[in-house]
């Protein structure tokens, strides 16, 4: 598709999210390269809009109010092996993310990405791109390699370490975690220093995502 000699990008959107469609859709509109040329909040529509076509790029959520994301990805996958197919949800276990990409999946964004970087990491997937949230590339990464042995395996947290872990996991703040635990907020930082680095992340998102593999959060 043209728009005054530009090549623009037509992209249709599975997502039941209206919050999160409205403002991709938004950020599409903005970017001078880029359209929406359909959307839809549920599976049965999403199927109507595969079937009718006219897209380059098609962004989907998994978890639809009538239906499996990762059917519609496979429908859209055969129907046209052209088009460029973007996941964008919050499931981040490794089950969903090895299915979708074995369904057709060229790219995987968890929803906590940037409306901007959403729309970047639609232009990477017309150029022949792989656009992966970093959490999701540690998961097929981790699918990849060996198991190690338990002599292997990284620094295992401490008692204290895991209790702040748990608390963040549930959402309390530094100082709502200190309170809890009678520490200060100082300490609290000091536990959360440690637990990066032992899980070898940088933010609280993916401590909660890397300790929840490893089954450190199962006795939530």
């Known amino acids: ?13 599975i997502e039941d999210d209206p919050l999160i469609q409205a403002g991709l859709g938004t950020a599409i509109g903005a970017s001078g ?18 079937e009718h076509g006219g897209f380059d790029v098609l962004v989907c959520d998994l978890g639809l109010p009538d239906g499996d994301g990762i059917d519609l990805i496979r429908h859209a996958a055969m129907r046209d092996p052209a088009t460029d197919i973007l996941v964008l ?5 490794h089950g969903k993310v090895i299915e979708a990409i074995k369904a057709g999946a060229r790219g995987y964004l968890l929803k906590d990405q940037r409306l901007d970087d959403c729309v970047e ?3 990477e997937i017309r150029r022949g791109g792989s656009p992966i949230s970093p959490i999701i590339a540690r998961i097929l ?3 990849l390699q060996p198991a190690v ?7 295992k947290l401490s008692e204290r370490e895991s209790e702040t872990l748990r608390l963040l996991s549930r959402g ?16 609290v930082g000091t536990h959360v220093k440690h637990i990066y680095r032992k899980l070898e992340v940088t933010s609280r998102s993916e401590a909660v995502y890397e300790a929840t593999l ?5 006795d939530n």
Do not use: N
């Open 1 to 13: 598709m043209r728009l005054g000699g530009q090549v623009m990008i037509r992209i249709a959107i």
């Open 33 to 50: 390269d880029c359209v929406v040329a359909a959307t839809a909040t549920a599976y049965a529509d999403g199927t109507r809009i595969v």
């Open 89 to 93: 949800t919050m499931f981040a276990d």
């Open 121 to 123: 990491a639609i232009r």
């Open 141 to 143: 990464l981790k699918r």
């Open 149 to 155: 042995s338990a002599a292997d395996e990284d620094e």
């Open 172 to 187: 309390f703040t530094y100082s709502e975690c200190a309170g809890i635990m009678a520490i200060s907020p100082h300490t």
């Open 214 to 218: 490893r089954g450190m959060l199962d």
